[in-house]
């Protein structure tokens, strides 16, 4: 596998490019990451560098050609600007949309309602503004149109059909979408091949609830805008999922594994920055009390701020 360029390298290489605006750069940047091929395990240890305020902090994925023209390193944006023409990682401004979905097709979690209200705080810290489903009517191209985001705040089961699959990725690859989820977010769609590109893998198994652990954040991830600032190693109480098959989806372009169960090695929140969409995903996320821990807070603060590009705006 080949050695990759650090988070924080990759940044300022991406972020001077877009700079420049000179081929010979782009060229020799994307001979380097090897046409964006990366396993967070292969990553060598970081150089020091660091982004200039402001800047965004781009992850280790293949930037994808824009379908728009775009080039991923365009000027942040300006409020009313089209994400697609600005650049499928290009920095973004302004206020956004995100889509909070719970709908649940197999076991429903108690901590669901919990959850969005601090998904509701978030936005109101944020100033972004959070519509709530629990059924499909918005899962259309017209529907999905409205939103940058969409959040799926422990799903569970089949819960697309074929039309709706569809359009959902369809908004992912050429409207540059960007997802997140939750715990159970991966006990959802498990036969829908897309969503396992989107999410890595249909978890299969975990431990009893409430069971005492620690996520280790991998060295080279720790500017990573849901995992800085916060303990490392982080102490939990959690239903840890387990992910069998991690070992052949993290090494897919873009994966990027943050953290890992320090017991046992089990990656437990992990991103992914490919085909012009971004994805980020936690498995924290069993009990209510979860989703009242300021922490955690901050964690999907990170997670989701980057999905959308706008991680440069975080303090």
Request: aromatic share 10%; with cysteine.
């Amino acid at each position: 596998m080949k050695a990759t360029l650090t988070y924080l390298s990759r940044t300022m290489l991406a972020l001077t490019t877009a700079a420049c605006g000179e081929p010979q750069l782009a060229t020799a940047l994307n001979a380097r990451l090897g046409n964006g091929g990366t396993s967070n395990t292969d990553v060598p240890p970081g150089t020091g560098e660091s982004p200039q305020p402001g800047q965004l902090q781009l992850g280790t994925g293949e930037t994808a050609p824009d379908p728009a023209g775009g080039n991923g390193g365009s000027p942040a944006m300006t409020d009313g600007e089209d994400p697609v023409s600005a650049g499928p990682y290009a920095p973004r401004s302004g206020s956004f949309r995100m889509l909070v979905y719970s709908r649940t097709a197999g076991f429903r979690h108690d901590s669901i309602a919990q959850g969005k209200v601090m998904l509701q705080e978030i936005a109101a810290e944020q100033g972004f503004e959070v519509t709530e489903a629990e059924t499909n009517e918005l899962i259309t191209a017209e529907g999905l149109a409205e939103f940058e985001i969409v959040f799926f705040m422990n799903s569970t089961g089949d819960i697309f059909n074929e039309a709706e699959e569809s359009a959902f990725q369809d908004w992912m690859e050429t409207k540059n979408g960007a997802f997140a989820g939750t715990h159970s977010a991966t006990d959802t769609e498990q036969g829908w091949a897309f969503y396992k590109e989107v999410t890595g893998q249909y978890y299969n198994g975990h431990v009893n609830a409430n069971t005492p652990g620690a996520i280790q954040f991998e060295a080279n991830m720790l500017q990573f805008p849901a995992v800085a600032r916060i303990p490392n190693p982080w102490q939990r109480n959690e239903e840890w999922y387990i992910f069998s098959s991690s070992l052949e989806w993290a090494a897919k372009p873009g994966f990027m594994i943050l953290g890992r169960k320090q017991a046992d090695n089990q990656p437990i929140v992990w991103a992914r920055e490919y085909g012009n969409w971004r994805s980020f995903y936690t498995a924290i996320g069993h009990d209510s009390a979860v989703f009242r821990d300021p922490v955690v807070k901050q964690h999907l603060t990170g997670g989701i701020l980057w999905a959308v590009r706008r991680d440069h705006l975080l303090p």
